[in-house]
């Protein structure tokens, strides 16, 4: 993928951001839960996290997966601002994504009708999946049982909610 400019100077992080990039550079473990209410700047936070781990080599390969294609196309459009190139709602049928792009936002429907398109994918480059709302995902249900199939093998998971539990009180994965 090709190279990022330097995060932008115009774009400084709230103090909630701020901390949770120390919290996630300290964290040990491959999966990480970030919590915080709608319009808290939760977007901006993992692609500030995807930005620092491209740009370290610690990654070369980001996939957000979100409840929706609108959702997709949003995290799409916003990575563009600090030059990361996400392919918004890529078909399973398409393959895991071009090299020449930092990767894909997918829907869980997706990652669900294709698992293995992109576990071979991610077997292949060091990963960084940020999972938006990641409520939508039961540990036992289709979307949550194949992200975690299709991600088991993430350099590392970033976990973005509002809602940080589900309603039927089954486990999410990797939270």
Same mark, same amino acid.
């Given at each position: 993928?090709?190279?990022?400019?330097?995060?932008?100077?115009?774009?400084?992080?709230?103090?909630?951001?701020?901390?949770?990039?120390?919290?996630?550079?300290?964290?040990?473990?491959?999966?990480?839960?970030?919590?915080?209410?709608?319009?808290?700047?939760?977007?901006?936070?993992?692609?500030?996290?995807?930005?620092?781990?491209?740009?370290?080599?610690?990654?070369?390969?980001?996939?957000?997966?979100?409840?929706?294609?609108?959702?997709?196309?949003?995290?799409?459009?916003? @990575? @563009?601002?600090?030059?990361?190139?996400?392919?918004?709602?890529?078909?399973?049928?398409?393959?895991?994504?071009?090299?020449?792009?930092?990767?894909?936002?997918?829907?869980?429907?997706?990652?669900?009708?294709?698992?293995?398109?992109?576990?071979?994918?991610?077997?292949?480059?060091?990963?960084?999946?940020?999972?938006?709302?990641?409520?939508?995902?039961?540990?036992?249900?289709?979307?949550?049982?194949?992200?975690?199939?299709?991600?088991?093998?993430?350099?590392?998971?970033?976990?973005?909610?509002?809602?940080?539990?589900?309603?039927?009180?089954?486990?999410?994965?990797?939270?």
């Amino acid at each position: 993928a090709r190279p990022l400019p330097d995060w932008p100077d115009s774009r400084p992080l709230r103090s909630w951001q701020e901390e949770a990039t120390e919290a996630v550079r300290a964290h040990t473990a491959t999966s990480f839960l970030a919590s915080a209410t709608p319009a808290a700047g939760k977007t901006t936070f993992g692609l500030h996290i995807a930005h620092r781990m491209l740009s370290a080599g610690f990654v070369s390969r980001v996939v957000v997966a979100g409840p929706t294609t609108h959702i997709c196309r949003q995290w799409a459009a916003d @990575a @563009a601002r600090y030059g990361i190139d996400l392919e918004p709602n890529r078909p399973n049928a398409a393959g895991p994504g071009p090299r020449a792009r930092h990767g894909v936002a997918v829907t869980y429907a997706t990652l669900a009708a294709g698992p293995g398109v992109h576990r071979r994918r991610c077997a292949e480059l060091p990963t960084l999946l940020i999972a938006d709302e990641p409520h939508h995902m039961g540990e036992l249900a289709s979307w949550g049982r194949s992200t975690q199939a299709a991600f088991e093998r993430a350099r590392f998971r970033l976990l973005l909610s509002g809602t940080p539990f589900r309603s039927d009180n089954s486990p999410i994965p990797w939270v």
